[in-house]
């Protein structure tokens, strides 16, 4: 493969960033604050990419985003929890289970729902919803099964190992169940225009965090703590780790758009029927795009889990869920690395240094500016503080130009753009 | 195609059946639920009903300005859960610091103290109107107006941005504050409870079991809605005004060609809208008595959920759409548990959008340039 | 009811089966009836005009064809498959592709993206493919860009590849629409007003445009005029609407000289001042 000098510069400064600031972490100059701030801007990264790709290539407004993170972030903290302090395998053997079963049972349902044409929406959702609990309630009972076998396992291993392993387990099962959970909302939603979807997730948001509130109460998971917030998990996102998923997502986002699948994503955002009319099946394209979106959420979530080892409901307040959709806004919609540099910024500057800069009184000072910004933005610039700008390695290249083969074609187009003046 | 040809498995398809069967299933399990607890205590039910309405009443007017809003400038406007927090803040400070409620009574001290009480409450309501029409408007000049040919999701934001300065401007220590603050209500309350007639309960009197209670609260939350809604339809159906703004919700370009200043109509909507919202600010704290800078964003959502339910646009249907909203949330909170009730208007809503789409009273399908 | 002119007029390529069929085609937007009760049947390799006044309907039944809106009653069938109740991918997968009477491009995306989504369907790789980038999709983008620059040359646009659809200018525009419908790589286009907003100048190289088109891919096109001219200049046979409905059908002169159509465009009084015209010439010309 070819690498042009460019791609090769970004990919340099990219992992020297990376390795730096590793370096400055291990020597103990980049304090815990920052490090953690840094972790965070690479959280929000991914959250606004998934968000970016909802909303900014494929159109569909959506203030979702935040309901995922929080499932993924405490689907994947039941786990490690649950390792870490029952000493089991509870947590991870149920949830593979579940997602897996819930999985299959997605796919069954939606081939059937396929063969027999002309179903309406409803009558689909009710299928899927059969399908989705008898599937969990299977996985449930089958997961407890395996419960004793790989606690055995795991812990024959080392306890840093095993630890490591559960995480990153955990990290991605958290991502694949906040995808399911999109692919089912999205089975009614996404067919809404962009006002009543855009409402309906924000909706979503709200459910998940009530549900998240009576956690303990009403979910029956008692380590959760509903209202209280969630202790005890685990910190294992170290810088590294969170590095190593960011350029992960960036590059398979950056592959997946430049590819024919990419631009039928994006083709829905300029143009639905002429979209639809070109073949692209558009309500595939919506919900591929929002069940990726909404799984890089979750991934997001379990990550952020694991930064500060604590999660409370609040953090999942539907206030925030702006945060990732001001961030996307802000970077450009529809850019790659407007959206990381956005993400960091608001991470370093918004919590970093207005909190130290600003003396203690003016803490809430921080949200009297920060609108007033956004609505300046939205009136001097409303493309994004980056509009469309990329970086070398995330920029389409154009192919070589071409030239005609057959003279036939130039001579014919050359005598219509010369027509003769009238008849 | 005959409906003998077909099998039982396409029937079941044409007509839906499954869907259909599932949402029977789903309300019979509440109408179950609800209505046995309904029966073991017939009372407590009434009493939520009561609640309900009044819940209602209030979401009703707020509803209406986002409908009103929606239909002319397909703007979902976030920031009119503020406003009418700031509706609820203005008659705080005009009853509890400027005693404005008792003007009445001090300028004209023959006059009948019902009659004082009646007049000075309802100019505490209209300032919080005006005061709310003047900010919308204002709102709206710098916020939005730039805007109106930008794609409408920088509205949207707008719109977000404008709610986020208005609560957390709001929260500064010498505006608002953070802190929940007690209201003041412009009148005494009285109470009355229902069984084997209405009697009235005295102040700290405990009601008898089995009774159903409701208050002067209740009364003024009803009668001022219907005076403001009777009112607004006059306006919408009756005046020049109203006609111009339905002319614009149709087609902007072409009533502007017909000689309606566009601008102003959309401005005046925004006004007309807010002021609502401020009276139901104030009727909002009178019946739960509390004001605080974040007040406006639950029950502005809960009426933006009625108003699509009711049919975004229609009048009539942010007024169903919010009746039917104060009884769902009251029964969740009463027989389910009270934090799912928000969760219950969401679960709602992405009902209504399944079932249809364009909401009760929504239009129906028009061609589409 | 609808009065045919001539429905004796079939095309001289009728000897097989006709690749669109439509009956009874019947469209209600509650309560009005905007098509009702339309036949048409075009025979592979026709050049057939739908033509009518604002408002009776054609764009419509562009809609109805292309599933867009889902017909009220009626059948439409394109080689044998009914296409009523199928989504309008299904039907574009089909062989079926269209512009728009005001070009609906894909604004943001460059000249080359939008001839290129239109062949999304042929891409021949998959997503996994995409996201990993082996060989495989590789090879594949590279043969499905050359055939998308193709298409472009095919209109002069090759030399334009980069540049946002937006900017091109208005004929340019035009033209890039119909390329990007033809790399869907259809067997019936369906062209909605392809001369609106054109000078006579550019009329004529369209219309040139249109029949060379035809020729080089092997289309059968149904196309909807508003100018007479272009219709009457390359149709074979042509329909025409009014209200909804199907008022005359029959070749380009039957066309010309039918009176309903007349009164239909020009309205009663000029259709009747333009048969005493006719025959006043008659007149003349037998005395």
Redesign the interface.
Known sequence: MKIDRQTLGFWIVLLGLIILVQVLVSLGILSPFWETLLKIGAVMSIVSLGLNLIYGFNGQFSLGQWGFYAIGAYAAADVTYRWTQMKNASGLMILLLVVLLVGVALYLVARLVSRLRGLDPLSAFALYIIGVLIAAYIGVQLGSLLINPVTQALSALPPNLSLQIVYLLAVLLGGFLAAEVSYLFGLPVLTLGSDYFGIATLGFTIIVKVLLDNSDTLLGFEEMKGARGMVGIPKVTSWLWVALFLVLVIIMLRNLLHSSHGRAIISVREDEIAAKAMGIDVGQQKTFAFVLGSFLAGLAGGLYAHINGFLHPNTFNFIKSFDPMIIVVFGGLGSISGTIMAAFTWALVLEGFLRILLPAGFETWRFVVYPLFLLVMMLLRPQGLFGGFEFPYLRQVLPKPYTPKTQEQLSLVHAVEEAPEGD | MNDEQLTVLQRMIKGKWIGKGFLALLALAIIWWVGGKAIQSPSLFFQQIINGIQLGFVYALIALGYTMVYGIVRLINFAHGDVFMFGAFVSFFAVSLFQLHLWPVQTFPSLPPLIGIVIGTLSVIALSMVSCAILAMTIERIAYKPLRDAPRISALITAIGVSFFLEYFGALPFVFTPNFITYKRPFEIVTWYVKDGIHRLEAGAEAPPGSVIFSNVLIIIILVSILLLVGLNYVVRRTKIGKAMRATAYDKPTSRLMGINVDGVISTTFAIGASLAGAAGVLYATAYPQVVFWMGIIPGLKAFVAAVLGGIGSIPGAFVGALIMGQAEVISAGYISTPMRDAVAFTILILVLLIRPTGIFGEPEREKA | MTTQTSLSTQPSSSNGHPLLEVQGLTKE??G?K?VNNFDISIYPGELVGLIGPNGAGKT?VFNLI???YVATRGSIRFKGNQLV?L???EI??MGI??T?Q?I???????V??NV??????H?G?S?F?????NRH?QKA??E???KA??F?????L??R??EIAKNLPYGEQRRLEIA??L??SPQLLLLDEPAAGMN???V???M??IH?IRERFNLTILLIEHQMRVVMGICERITVMDFGEVIARGTPEEIQNNEKVIEAYLGRGAAALSQKLQEKRSHVAGS
């Open positions: 937007f509650g009005l905007a419509t292309t599933g867009i109740g989504q309008p991918h574009t997968r592709a269209r728009f005001n609906r491009l894909f604004p943001t995306l460059t080359l993206d290129r989504i239109a062949y999304h369907t891409a790789y997503t493919d995409a996201i990993v980038h999709y983008e590279k499905l860009t050359e620059q193709e472009l040359s095919v209109f002069n090759h030399t590849q980069g990007r419908a790399a869907a006579p100048k550019e004529v190289s369209l040139d445009l060379f």
